[in-house]
């Protein structure tokens, strides 16, 4: 077994550090959640980091997905270790190349951070709708469930597909694992090469398109033909999950990390099980621990390699002992009798029900369901709540969870429970582009590679990016880190935009007894009394230590404007203990040089000017332990606001959208105008001019009459006129 280093990285990183050093022509376009796959792979490429043959791959950014997959098609064609990442509709407009490219068994595999599809709406969030409408395309699909998974399986796709001849679709949840950082182990290069022998990379060098060897491919062929032609592929896909075994097997002896295409976890003589794939596995793989320990036969199938899809293997990972089967999918197919996993696992059982080759004493219940769409949070509370519904006398054939459905009566309940092991949780709100995000990333790297111990961040990103709110959740403990949630228990919160008090619950999951870091404009002797009703009897209730700090006019007198990340990053590491504070105040003036050293030693002074200022303002509040204030929150939305927006749109804003039920959007059109609701920041607002409308001729005329129309004046002060032409 080799030994190898430890790195903290997110998952598209993990990704970009095999798929970078195992290829030779990288073709991009970018796509949220997996563009920084390709901005890795650029930038070192530009610094002239080698591959592990000695050249430096050539990273070719096209004009479009369609751009792309037509560069990585030719440069497989030519004979080059060639791969690519994208996601979502990227993935779609790929998918007319990728039929060829499994059509003439080409070895390749394309990274895919799994992004929802655009639907009724657009999201740029996670869920797996983009492989599912991929997986006819006739390419092994394998799924990691974690940044060390996706580490991991990249390289074994690299592995495989030239062991087979069948191109690999690599996938891992967008957002969930794409941007999740965690503490891995790096595969070393000697591992990559013993998994990549050369006699297999010359072979497909001269399945190349070469002129001296001329060949030709892509042709038409009749009914006479055809048939036959697609059906001689037959015989690599059915030794296609063999191999992918063989190179587990391999990548195990080297590396010590073990997998398969279905692995068990749970009670070995379980008679309940979920099977379900992604990082959706962490989460039920946490529940399932806890469920046996508590003495309940349960378990869970976590699934590697969803195509080509291994009946067998498949049962075979199952107990003979279960009785009822939950398969879950991170996807939704409207109009079908079930969603894609949960079809082949009931294929799976029922034809070797028919064949006689059941491991089963009797044909087992399979239901199906549907979790986590567009990043919906998937708990360990959910997975028990299905595992609750496997209990009951007849289980429903289909359900969702995690939502409450108040219109077709699927969801299944669920309780949440504290799903954490021992260590340190923390949540931050911060402003999207203040730096929050940067310093808690560099906070998890400071634990995770100066210390033993295991480090996660999870970043909660608006669809509006700058400007918008982020949450960060961040863990440290001793043991490896599986929840693949969000942080219910908090033993430290911080509010690094003060304005945050007045709009959202930011100390909803601050655990009894937590610390409570804000920043605020007001000095500790009267930040209490300035604090919203609804937070003072947070503070109260939960019996919450309260810290302050003016980290604005810290960072300004530093010199480093309104950034404060520095300084809410210095203070975090003095309250919460996880290192020295000394030994911390090293390691975050450390972090700095290597972030900001490129900018000159100006940025870098400035930067420790703010670490060193920070601990001098920082102060413990002295709180008199009861409510002393009678103002509340004010509402986000107008009284005067129409029902709608109410009902519905006033309920995102404070950050709290997951509870609406699915009755709240029993219609597709949303009303126009809502906005002046909402924001109220506008310095004007259009007004179109009905008489300007009506006269073709005078439209240059008309155009400077709307932008300039009621100058400064706010929605809310429109006249009956004005308001009617507003509206």
Request: some cysteine; charged content about 25%; aromatic content about 8%.
């Amino acid at each position: 077994m080799s030994r190898a280093r430890h790195i903290t990285v997110d998952g598209n990183e993990a990704v970009a550090l095999v798929a970078h050093r195992c290829n030779e022509v990288i073709a991009i376009y970018p796509i949220t959640p997996a563009s920084p796959m390709g901005e890795h792979a650029d930038l070192w490429s530009a610094q002239g980091r080698p591959n592990l043959w000695g050249t430096v791959p050539d990273v070719v950014e096209m004009q479009s997905e369609g751009g792309a997959a037509g560069a990585m098609h030719g440069a497989l064609q030519a004979g080059a270790l060639t791969t690519s990442f994208t996601a979502s509709q990227g993935l779609l407009l790929k998918i007319p190349n990728m039929y060829k490219i499994a059509g003439e068994l080409t070895p390749f595999v394309l990274h895919v951070a799994a992004r929802t599809l655009a639907t009724h709406a657009l999201s740029i969030f996670g869920d797996h709708s983009d492989v599912m409408a991929a997986r006819q395309c006739g390419f092994a699909m394998l799924c990691a469930g974690s940044v060390q998974e996706a580490h991991d399986m990249a390289m074994v796709a690299q592995a495989a597909t030239y062991r087979t001849r069948v191109p690999f679709l690599h996938f891992f949840d967008g957002f969930r694992t794409s941007h999740e950082v965690q503490k891995i182990e790096v595969i070393p290069d000697e591992v990559m090469r013993h998994l990549l022998p050369d006699e297999l990379l010359r072979e497909h060098r001269d399945r190349a398109l070469d002129p001296d060897r001329p060949v030709i491919r892509g042709t038409a062929q009749n009914p006479d033909t055809f048939f036959q032609a697609r059906e001689a592929a037959n015989i690599y896909y059915d030794r296609c999950a063999a191999e992918v075994e063989a190179v587990f097997e391999d990548f195990g002896n080297k590396t010590g990390r073990r997998y398969r295409t279905f692995d068990w976890v749970g009670h070995p003589e379980a008679e309940r099980a979920i099977v379900l794939m992604g990082s959706g596995a962490e989460a039920a793989h946490v529940a399932v621990e806890d469920m046996v320990s508590a003495g309940e036969r349960v378990g869970l199938v976590k699934v590697r390699l969803f195509r080509p899809f291994d009946g067998a293997a498949l049962l075979a990972a199952l107990p003979p002992s279960v009785r009822r089967i939950a398969v879950l999918d991170r996807t939704k197919e409207p109009g079908s009798i079930g969603e894609p996993l949960y079809q082949d696992v009931l294929t799976a059982v029922a034809e070797a029900a028919q064949a006689g080759r059941s491991p089963f004493a009797a044909a087992p219940v399979v239901v199906g369901g549907r979790y986590g769409l567009s990043s919906k949070e998937f708990t360990p509370g959910m997975v028990a709540g299905v595992f609750d519904e496997l209990a009951a006398e007849r289980p429903r054939p289909h359900f969702t969870v995690g939502i409450v459905d108040d219109v077709t009566h699927l969801s299944v309940p669920w309780q949440e429970v504290d799903e954490e092991t021992d260590g340190v949780r923390a949540i931050f709100w911060g402003l999207g582009a203040d730096g929050t995000v940067g310093a808690n990333k560099n906070s998890i790297k400071i634990i995770g590679e100066g210390t033993d111990l295991h480090a996660q961040g999870y970043f909660v990103y608006d669809s509006k990016k700058s400007g918008a709110v982020t949450v960060s959740h961040l863990r440290f403990g001793p043991q490896p880190i599986r929840a693949t949630c969000l942080v219910r228990n908090a033993g430290f919160v911080a509010c690094h935009q003060w304005s945050f008090l007045d709009k959202y619950d930011v100390l909803e999951h601050a655990a009894p007894g937590a610390v409570f870091l804000v920043n605020s404009p007001y000095g500790p002797g009267e930040v209490w009394d300035r604090l919203p009703r609804e937070v003072q009897q947070a503070v109260v209730d939960k019996g919450l230590r309260l810290w302050t700090i003016d980290a604005v006019t810290v960072a300004r007198e530093a010199g480093m404007g309104n950034r404060i990340n520095t300084v809410m990053q210095t203070c975090f590491f003095a309250i919460s203990g996880v290192l020295p504070r000394e030994e911390a105040i090293a390691a975050i003036k450390d972090s700095i040089k290597k972030t900001y050293g490129r900018r000159g030693e100006e940025v870098v002074r400035r930067n420790f000017k703010a670490v060193d200022a920070a601990l001098d303002h920082l102060h413990e509040v002295a709180h008199p332990g009861a409510v002393t204030t009678d103002r509340g929150r004010p509402p986000l939305i107008a009284e005067e606001s129409p029902d709608f927006l109410k009902r519905v749109t006033a309920v995102m804003p404070r950050q709290q959208g997951r509870s609406l039920p699915v009755s709240a959007f029993d219609r597709r059109d949303l009303a126009l105008s809502s906005t002046r609701w909402k924001r109220r920041i506008a310095l004007g607002v259009p007004v179109w001019s009905r008489t300007c409308a009506s006269s073709a001729t005078s439209a240059p005329s008309c155009a400077r009459t709307r932008r300039s129309a009621h100058p400064g004046l706010r929605p809310a002060a429109l006249d009956s006129g004005a308001r009617e032409n507003f509206l």
